[in-house]
Structures are given as C-alpha cells and as structure tokens.
T-cell receptor, first 112, second 111 residues
C-alpha cells in the first residue's frame, strides 16, 4: 500500500515564476491538506481539499491556489514566486475529519 | 505567542536514557498528533490522541493526553540513535483537521 507521494522532490525557480506541485494521497484517503514548512519552523497550514472543493484555508495570499481531482490527487499552484516562498511543501492525506493524517516526503522549493 | 508550545527546543541524551517532550496548548484540543521528522524530509506519523487521559504506545515511545486535553507528553524509554530527529506535535483545535504545529524538539542521541 503506497503512502502519500509528492512530486517533484526538488525544484528551483526564479522570482516571479509560477510553480505546480503534485500530491497523491494514501490509498483510501479522500482529504488532502497542504502545508508550508520554512527552515527551523513547524509546518504552516495552507489549505485543505475535500470532494474537489477547498474546504478551509490558512493565512496565505491568493497567489497560493490548489485543485483536487476526482481520483483525490491534488495540486498546489503558486504564482508570482517570492524569495520567501522558498520552503518545504508538505502534503497530508486523511480519511476525513478526526482521522489520522499521513504526510508525504515533501517538495523542496528554492526561489532564486 | 505561539498557540502551541513545545519544550524543550533541543535535547541531547546518552543512548539508553529516558526522555520526555512536552506540548502545551492554551485551548482544548480535538486531536493531538505526534510526528517525527528527519532533517528536510517528510513527517512520519507516530500517534494520534483524542480523548482526555488517553495514552498510546508504540515500541519504546509512549504519548499521553491530559484529562483537560490541553497538554500532551511524548516519552521515549531507553533511547537509541535511531530515535534522533525532530519531534513535532500538531494540534487540531477546531475539529476541522487543520493542524497547528509547534516549532519542534530536536533530539540527538549519542553513544
């Protein structure tokens, strides 16, 4: 049983560019959440998707957007990249509210 | 101030020693998660606690949630080098699955 997978592993982008990160949830999970983790900090909640809708959102600007597909996989898009967007982006999946959340290995984004 | 306080920030112990990491919230928790993270990698799920007074164990790691559901502790018995890493507590404060994380505890275990 594959766990949560994310792609790509690493990514280097230039300021002002756009980026798309991908996540496949653990088998049987229908809810996907995205987190941003800056160096030395705990993960910060970006948003959560359930039934292809954004169910809740953290304190992130509209430059951060997402999508969930019918197979429950998800994408995170970031437009107009800033140097401060450099971080580890983590995807977590669960079977719904109150159930265990499992994280993927993350995508390391570097903005130069 | 942080909604979720984790202590200590850093811990260096000799192999074989026991240790405890604490996680404290100012609000009642609907769920408390413990994760382990190797530097720059994803979070490895350890345990989830939901009920006041609940205690769970896995191998040499035990986690407890207090009766008021505002504080949790993670205890490692007879630590080993494989226990080294960053331990993060994550809390669901609104029964929404949105997790708030502490800043983590960096654990080093030396022979």
């Amino acid at each position: 049983d594959a766990g949560v997978t994310q792609s790509p592993t690493h990514l280097i982008k230039t300021r002002g560019q756009q980026v798309t990160l991908r996540c496949s949830p653990k088998s049987g999970h229908d809810t996907v959440s995205w987190y941003q983790q800056a160096l030395g900090q705990g993960p910060q909640f970006i948003f959560q998707y359930y039934e292809e809708e954004e169910r809740q959102r953290g304190n992130f600007p509209d430059r951060f957007s997402g999508h969930q597909f019918p197979n429950y996989s998800s994408e995170l898009n970031v437009n107009a990249l800033l140097l401060g967007d450099s971080a580890l982006y983590l995807c977590a999946s669960s079977f719904g509210v109150g159930y265990e959340q499992y994280f993927g290995p993350g995508t390391r984004l570097t903005v130069t | 101030s942080q909604e979720l306080e984790q202590s200590p920030q850093s811990l260096i112990v000799q192999e074989g020693k026991n240790l405890t990491i604490n996680c404290t919230s100012s609000k009642t928790l609907y769920g408390l998660y413990w994760y382990k993270q190797k530097y720059g990698e994803g979070l490895i799920f350890l345990m989830m606690l939901q009920k006041g007074g609940e205690e769970k164990s896995h191998e040499k790691i035990t986690a407890k949630l207090d009766e008021k559901k505002q504080q949790s502790s993670l205890h490692i018995t007879a630590s080993q080098p494989s226990h080294a890493g960053i331990y993060l507590c994550g809390a669901d404060m609104g029964n929404t699955d949105k997790l708030i994380f502490g800043t983590g505890t960096r654990l080093q275990v030396f022979p």
